[in-house]
């Protein structure tokens, strides 16, 4: 049974920072990738960044490119979120996936090609 379990969510003023971790763990991943996405209310969910271990592949979306940077300590299954530059709207629930096995960028935006999510981690940004 694979578990992600993503922290450090909370609540921060507009142009404030916060650091949101994943740790995943329960089984052994070979090549795979982690991936963040984000939902806000209404709204579909959708991409944020990605970090690949193998070939050192990494990118974020456009809308959050410049202000959000996704890292990672491969041996310890975990990625890491940085948010800086916050806007209001980067509220939402930001959510951790992992991709097990072969990984291309053409697979960033596409949920379905997922295998694991965690549970969420709120993120809420005041003006």
């Known amino acids: 049974q694979v578990q992600l379990v993503e922290s450090g969510g909370g609540l921060v003023q507009a142009g404030g920072s916060l650091r949101l971790s994943c740790a995943a763990s329960g089984r052994t991943f070979s090549t795979y990738a982690m991936a963040w996405f984000r939902q806000s209310p209404g709204k579909e969910r959708e991409f944020v960044a990605v970090?690949?271990?193998?070939?050192?592949?990494?990118f974020s979306s456009d809308s959050v490119e410049g202000r959000f940077t996704i890292s990672g300590d491969n041996a310890k299954n975990t990625v890491y979120l940085q948010m800086s530059s916050l806007k209001p709207e980067d509220t939402g629930v930001y959510y951790c996936?992992?991709?097990?096995?072969?990984?291309?960028?053409?697979?960033?935006?596409?949920?379905?090609?997922?295998?694991?999510w965690g549970q969420g981690t709120q993120v809420t940004v005041s003006s």
């Open positions: 996936a992992v991709k097990d096995g072969y990984y291309s960028s053409s697979y960033a935006y596409r949920r379905a090609r997922y295998d694991y």
């Open positions: 970090i690949r271990w193998r070939g050192g592949l990494m």
